[in-house]
């Protein structure tokens, strides 16, 4: 999660209200996105188009709360096991030339309180505000929870 105190906090609008992320313009390929939680379960996930987002999604959760949870959305690879401990990598970054927003190779997406404590650096400044205008799809953003896209 290191990797995460070099990030942009965003701030999009989106059907259901404001939302924040911190962004990444670019990382270098195979650098490891690891996990913040032990024990930690990871759904990997196409991104269902239309959507501001492109690539797939690492959702992950702590099986002991599932109140704990966050998503590594954009340009990746995964593993092939969904079963992650703390510090070890959950996706490298990828140069596939997926984007969210047009820019961004990466977001992180947590809710806000979860970005707060792990990242208070990033709360120092006002967020950038992006805009997506195209269409969106209808339903969940992510679609077929077994999607692998290892490296």
Not at 62 to 66: A, E, F, G, L, V
Not at 109 to 113: G, L
Not at 131 to 134: A, D, K, T
């Given at each position: 999660m290191q990797v995460c105190e070099q990030g942009e906090l965003i701030s999009w609008k989106n059907t259901q209200g404001t939302v924040l992320y911190i962004a990444f313009k670019q990382l270098a390929p195979r650098t490891p996105l690891t996990s913040i939680l032990d024990g930690e379960?990871?759904?990997i996930s196409r991104?269902?188009?239309p959507s501001p987002f492109q690539g797939c999604a690492a959702i992950s959760f702590?099986?002991?709360?599932?109140n704990i949870s966050y998503?590594?959305?954009?340009?990746?690879?995964?593993?092939?096991?969904?079963?992650?401990?703390k510090g070890q990598p959950i996706a490298w970054a990828?140069?596939?030339?997926a984007r969210a927003f047009g820019t961004y190779a990466l977001v992180f997406?947590?809710?806000?309180?979860v970005l707060r404590r792990l990242f208070p650096a990033a709360f120092s400044k006002q967020p950038t505000r992006v805009?997506?205008?195209?269409p969106q799809?209808?339903?969940?953003?992510?679609t077929n929870p077994n999607y692998r896209n290892s490296p």
């Open positions: 379960r990871t759904i991104i269902r188009t702590s099986p002991k709360d599932h998503t590594f959305i954009g340009d990746i690879d995964v593993p092939d096991d969904p079963a992650v401990r990828a140069d596939t030339g997406a947590a809710d806000e309180e805009s997506y205008e195209g799809a209808s339903g969940p953003l992510i």
